[in-house]
């Protein structure tokens, strides 16, 4: 671990796709206040029982692999999302995990993150590439009823993609279930 980024705010998963067709629908995301992760994907307690996020391998609606098995966004993006398009509220991007800290470049995350949970454990995420964002959840930025032509919102997709929305991580190497709280501190590798 070298610097930290930060302490994890919101951990969140999605039970269902947040795409209605081709149209963005935040609504499905649930906030949970731990998490388990292991090399399949996310799992978030509910306060009842475990629920499967729909990018773990486990999913009901998942096929034959190639699944987003997590991701990671920062405060600070949310910031210069909220700069740019109005008011974004945290976790509307849909990432898993959410950390109070800066904005962050793929180049200052190229190395991975590594978690620190409260008591002492520690899982690293490897592989962080941006996630890129798509029509649909650009046009609910931007408040649009319908998903905007691609070729009409360019600039708009190409500053989300850079990490602004978030990062994709690799948890292939984990071997044992990890969990995770909200508190837990994020560090740079």
């Known amino acids: 671990m070298t610097t930290s980024v930060g302490r994890i705010v919101r951990l969140q998963i999605h039970p269902e796709s947040l795409k209605r067709g081709d149209v963005y629908d935040p609504s499905p995301l649930l906030a949970v206040e731990r998490a388990s992760i ?4 996310m799992l978030g307690w509910d306060g009842t029982g475990w629920v499967v996020d729909i990018h773990h391998a486990a999913h009901p609606r998942v096929k034959g692999g190639g699944h987003k098995a997590l991701s990671i966004g920062f405060v600070g993006h949310y ?3 909220a700069e740019r398009f109005g008011d974004v509220p ?6 898993n995990i959410i950390v109070d800290g800066p904005a962050v470049s793929a180049g200052e995350v190229a190395a991975g993150l590594v ?10 995420l490897r592989s962080p590439t941006p996630a890129l964002a798509c029509p649909g959840f650009t046009s609910h ?8 032509p691609r070729d009409g919102i360019t600039d708009h997709l190409a500053f ?10 690799s948890v ?7 969990e995770m709280s909200v508190g837990d501190e994020v560090f740079t590798r």
């Not at 945290?90 to 990432?95: C, D, H, K, Q």
């Not at 978690?115 to 690293?124: P, S």
């Not at 930025?141 to 905007?148: A, D, G, K, Q």
């Not at 989300?160 to 991580?169: D, K, M, N, Q, V």
């Open 38 to 41: 292991d090399a399949s994907g």
């Open 79 to 81: 910031e210069r999302m």
């Open 90 to 95: 945290i976790g509307v991007a849909g990432e």
């Open 115 to 124: 978690v620190r949970t409260q008591d002492g454990a520690v899982v690293e």
């Open 141 to 148: 930025l931007l408040e649009s009823p319908i998903v905007l």
């Open 160 to 169: 989300l993609s850079t990490g602004t929305r978030g990062f994709i991580l």
């Open 172 to 178: 292939d190497h984990i071997d044992r279930s990890v």
